[in-house]
């Protein structure tokens, strides 16, 4: 007689094992989680730790009510302006805007490096002004590495390109970072007027920022030769134009004056009009930008609560109250210490509430600091962490004893020539 086995069948291959009966099954809950928080990284880690410590401060009652709601105030519209443009900047990237200007430059570049470098500069540049630094380290980064890859060059050097400029191009329009929403709105300049203080200051970083690229990154191939693309035939025509003409009415209403939350948020919407009939499939809550609001507001909150214990004082002394040269010098350096160990926003937020009201030329100087000096740790900006993020995901990696030293060497440079300019036009 034929011997019956046993032994239980194991499952077929390539099919998950299932739980045995009786124990519960860990995994299911975690299957039907949201995909975006299934794939938390350390961003996202980092975003909900600093919201939960600002509410621990409010809760414990380190930081007043009162204040904590008026810190919420003041930032909730900053927030609706980031989040509706990093949903305007997502949607018309994957309407292929991006990919079309890229790879439009290095067709004009001719195969020349030094040339491509110009161009590629001027693109970070121009996007960060308009579509802020975060947006640049989002979504400029991918296309940058894309480029590479396409021309077979290497990709650190644009990536490092992409990274320097989202910070040190940051300083020109309100728009081009919170840093300078909030100061813009403290000092009650509007977009002309703040962009005239700025001018001198950010040509004078870009102008540094750039020679400190081609030396320290670019100049090894500068003789070598890439070959030129074909033109790049976006997917959808129909998108790529909505989109691409929502960027010019999003510049166009910051030129006007229009409030930055309403412009933002009315282009944002138009685009995404535009994708639920044309492509639906590519809305869905994974554009909302969580981690960028929840983290501001941790970091607002966070600040705040440690400045009414301590870091005021610290940072008065530091800072000083001389509204002259030396002042404004001064709050420049620290500006630019204190984001590399902290992060800008809250080294902003922490400077701005010991700069004594009046001395408008030294905020400035404390803005400088903050925006062009967080090049040399990765936590000193979000934009940093956006782009490392982006690295990461495209497996690139970053050198970082020479990413520390060159960050070093660029934010000196860069903080030491734009000071100066700014007090061109100190009034």
Do not use: K
């Amino acid at each position: 007689m034929e011997e019956v086995s046993t032994a239980v069948a194991g499952p077929a291959p390539g099919r998950p094992v299932p739980p045995p009966v009786g124990r519960p099954d860990w995994r299911r809950p975690l299957r039907r989680m949201p995909a975006v928080l299934r794939r938390a990284g350390t961003l996202d880690g980092l975003a909900v730790a600093a919201l939960a410590a600002g509410a621990l401060s409010v809760a414990t009652g380190l930081l007043p009510t009162a204040d904590a709601l008026a810190t919420v105030g003041r930032t909730g519209p900053l927030l609706v302006f980031l989040v509706a443009v990093v949903v305007l900047a997502e949607l018309t990237a994957r309407a292929q805007v991006f990919d079309a200007v890229a790879v439009r430059i290095a067709i004009l570049g001719r195969g020349r490096r030094w040339a491509l470098f110009a161009l590629l500069v001027t693109f970070a540049t121009l996007t960060t002004i308009f579509l802020n630094l975060d947006t640049t380290a989002v979504l400029l980064t991918p296309v940058m590495l894309a480029v590479a890859a396409r021309l077979g060059i290497a990709a650190l050097p644009l990536a490092m390109t992409t990274v320097w400029l989202a910070n040190t191009a940051s300083l020109l329009l309100p728009v081009s970072n919170l840093t300078n929403l909030l100061a813009a709105d403290r000092l009650g300049l509007p977009v002309a007027a703040f962009a005239g203080r700025m001018a001198a200051p950010q040509l004078v970083a870009v102008l540094a920022t750039a020679a400190c690229l081609w030396l320290l990154h670019w100049r090894q191939d500068a003789a070598a030769r890439y070959p030129v693309p074909v033109p790049h035939r976006p997917a959808d025509p129909v998108l790529f134009r909505v989109a691409a003409a929502a960027c010019v009415l999003f510049v166009a209403g910051i030129v006007a004056g229009v409030t930055l939350a309403a412009v933002s948020v009315v282009c944002a919407v138009v685009v995404l009009v535009a994708f639920a009939v044309r492509d639906r499939a590519a809305i869905g809550w994974s554009l909302l930008p969580w981690r960028l609001p929840v983290l501001v507001t941790g970091l607002f909150l966070i600040v705040e609560t440690v400045g009414r214990h301590g870091l005021s004082r610290l940072l008065a002394a530091l800072v000083g109250t001389d509204p002259g040269p030396a002042g404004i010098g001064l709050a420049a350096a620290v500006g630019a210490v204190l984001a590399n160990l902290l992060n800008n926003l809250p080294a902003y937020v922490a400077g701005e509430a010991v700069v004594p009201a009046g001395h408008t030329d030294q905020l400035l100087g404390l803005l400088v600091g903050v925006n062009v000096g967080p090049l040399v740790l990765p936590w000193a900006s979000l934009a940093t962490l956006l782009w490392l993020e982006r690295c990461r995901a495209a497996g690139l990696a970053v050198p970082w004893r020479r990413f520390l030293l060159t960050g070093l060497v660029t934010a000196v440079v860069v903080l030491a020539t734009a000071v100066p300019a700014l007090l061109l036009t100190a009034g």
